[in-house]
């Protein structure tokens, strides 16, 4: 499946193929307890990731062992997608970004980030 996103703004946009998308995963750390987004189960190196962005619209928010690299637009403030701890320089994408995708509705495992 060809899928394709962005922020609420756009002016961060993504694109990237993937089997169908049918269950996310949420993990229950410091970081995404806040955000509470339902990520892609699956993670994507960053040669299968398209982004797209406008000049400086993309920031970036690390903490502690500054592995995982949480990525957000800095105008309209959304959590669009981030590089995990436990593959590091991969993607997951946040569901609720991906365009026709009913992220509201999708089954998720929960990661047990909190114990890392
Ligand atoms: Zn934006």
New binding site residues.
């Given amino acids: 499946m060809k899928y394709k996103g ?7 946009q993504f694109e990237f193929e993937a089997p169908a998308i049918t269950r996310g995963l949420r993990c229950d750390c410091s970081i995404c307890t806040r955000k509470a987004a339902t990520m892609t189960a699956f993670t994507l190196p960053p040669e299968r990731l398209k982004i797209t962005a406008e000049k400086d ?1 993309l920031a970036t928010y690390t903490f502690g062992q500054d592995v995982a690299r949480h990525h957000f ?1 800095n ?4 959590y669009t997608f981030h590089q995990t701890l436990r593959a590091p320089g991969e993607y997951r994408i946040n569901t609720g970004c991906i365009d026709g995708l009913d992220s509201i509705n999708l089954p998720f495992d929960i990661f047990k980030g909190s114990e890392l």
Avoid: E, L, N, Q
Avoid at 75 to 78: L, P, Q, V
């Fill in positions: 962005s922020c609420h703004c756009s002016a961060i619209a637009c105008r309209c403030g959304i």
